[in-house]
């Protein structure tokens, strides 16, 4: 699996952490093993600027998500083919303001929104509230997966 992480914004970010959980969140899934996963970290100016762009929303935000190939989850049978899952771009300024508000780290929060980009790449939504329940479970199972695997590093 490829997993490019390029971290332009001023913040120190566990990188390392950030792609073992990309690993676990597309091991999860069921994607391909030769899919192509980019995640972005990008200061306050660059995220407000690619979300005016693309949601024509003012302001920065916490994660975007721009799938390529348009990848579905696949099943452990059947695995989705190889292809260019997409980007998620993170802003850790954002992120680090909504985890002091819900009470746990900066790593935290970026790894639920890495999660959550992630089934934004692979479809999934949460506009209305049955996707959002669907998505939402899904999120929460990765995150709690995840975080047994690291207890056990």
Do not use: Y
Request: proline share 5%; with cysteine.
């Amino acid at each position: 699996m490829s997993i490019e992480i390029n971290n332009e914004s001023a913040v120190e970010v566990d990188e390392a952490a950030l792609q073992r959980l990309a690993v676990f969140a597309l091991d999860t899934m069921h994607v391909h093993r030769d899919a192509e996963l980019a995640i972005l970290l990008v200061d306050e100016g660059a995220m407000e600027q690619l979300h005016v762009q693309w949601m024509d929303e003012p302001g920065p935000t916490d994660v975007l998500s721009f799938p390529m190939d348009e990848l579905r989850p696949g099943t452990e049978d059947q695995p989705t083919s190889p292809g260019l899952l997409g980007d998620v771009v993170l802003c850790p300024q954002v992120a680090e303001s909504q985890a002091r508000q819900a009470g746990h780290t900066l790593l935290d929060e970026l790894q639920l929104l890495t999660a959550h980009g992630i089934l934004h790449l692979l479809g999934f939504d949460h506009a209305e509230p049955d996707e959002e329940k669907e998505m939402f479970s899904i999120q929460r199972d990765i995150l709690v997966g995840f975080a047994m695997q690291e207890r056990r590093r």
